[in-house]
């Protein structure tokens, strides 16, 4: 029986370990916090008329925090080439190369931190229901921060102000948060572990009567 138990305590420790990672930034945002994150995000090198009109939105969502993990739909439209502006880094490729290399850059920073996509797509044809002629969309993606306090935090961090601006210049983003609605799995996962878990409780009575 020592195995089972040196495993069952590992297997707890790793499970309470993630569930601390999964679960950190809880709790509403206090307003000197606010006031600290936003003054850093005012400051980063982005186009300053943009930088502007998000600290005015920001503000208000962030005060209405309710401590609950949140969703953000990311909208991606690429430029048809890089739109350089005041600060902005030096690159030579096209607005899908600078958006990657933003992408990988941040990667282990939004994974420390508990904060990846839950889905990513990518438009298999212009608007079918067209609202706006205009806009295509180049990727869709929703990605899951444990708060918004997490949220503050990341884009408040130094590395993201080393690497926004690659993403700036090659796309025009709509960034809408959204609480955590129901998220219905791929079917087929659902019922073949229904059947697996109905397998195997009939094995165990079995075993347990005909032991």
């Given at each position: 029986?020592?195995?089972e138990?040196?495993?069952?305590?590992?297997?707890?420790?790793?499970?309470v370990?993630f569930?601390?990672?999964y679960s950190?930034?809880?709790?509403?945002?206090t307003?000197?916090e606010?006031?600290?994150y936003?003054?850093?995000i005012e400051?980063?090198?982005?186009?300053?008329k943009?930088v502007?009109?998000?600290?005015?939105?920001?503000?208000?969502?962030?005060?209405?925090?309710?401590g609950?993990?949140?969703?953000m739909?990311?909208l991606?439209?690429?430029?048809p080439r890089l739109?350089?502006f005041?600060?902005?880094?030096?690159f030579?490729g096209?607005?899908?190369?600078a958006n990657?290399?933003?992408?990988k850059s941040l990667?282990w920073?939004?994974?420390?931190?508990?904060?990846?996509?839950?889905f990513i797509?990518?438009?298999q044809?212009t608007?079918?229901?067209n609202?706006?002629p205009?806009r295509?969309w180049g990727?869709?993606?929703?990605?899951?921060y444990p708060?918004?306090?997490?949220?503050l935090?990341?884009i408040s961090?130094?590395?993201?102000?080393?690497?926004?601006g690659?993403?700036?210049i090659?796309?025009?983003l709509?960034?809408?948060?959204?609480?955590?609605?129901?998220?219905?799995?791929?079917?087929?996962?659902?019922v073949?572990g229904?059947?697996?878990i109905v397998?195997?409780?009939?094995?165990?009575?079995?075993?347990?009567?005909?032991g």
């Amino acid at each position: 029986m020592w195995f089972e138990l040196i495993l069952a305590a590992g297997l707890v420790i790793l499970y309470v370990a993630f569930w601390v990672w999964y679960s950190q930034g809880a709790g509403k945002l206090t307003q000197a916090e606010i006031d600290h994150y936003l003054a850093i995000i005012e400051k980063l090198p982005l186009p300053e008329k943009g930088v502007q009109v998000f600290i005015a939105r920001l503000r208000p969502w962030a005060e209405a925090d309710d401590g609950k993990p949140v969703y953000m739909f990311n909208l991606i439209h690429f430029f048809p080439r890089l739109q350089m502006f005041p600060g902005a880094p030096e690159f030579k490729g096209t607005p899908e190369q600078a958006n990657a290399h933003y992408e990988k850059s941040l990667l282990w920073l939004w994974l420390s931190h508990a904060s990846y996509p839950t889905f990513i797509g990518t438009p298999q044809a212009t608007n079918l229901i067209n609202m706006q002629p205009e806009r295509t969309w180049g990727n869709m993606t929703v990605v899951r921060y444990p708060s918004r306090r997490t949220f503050l935090k990341l884009i408040s961090h130094p590395t993201y102000a080393r690497v926004a601006g690659y993403k700036f210049i090659a796309v025009e983003l709509d960034l809408v948060p959204v609480s955590r609605g129901t998220i219905v799995p791929d079917l087929r996962w659902l019922v073949g572990g229904g059947f697996a878990i109905v397998f195997l409780l009939v094995v165990w009575l079995r075993a347990a009567l005909l032991g």
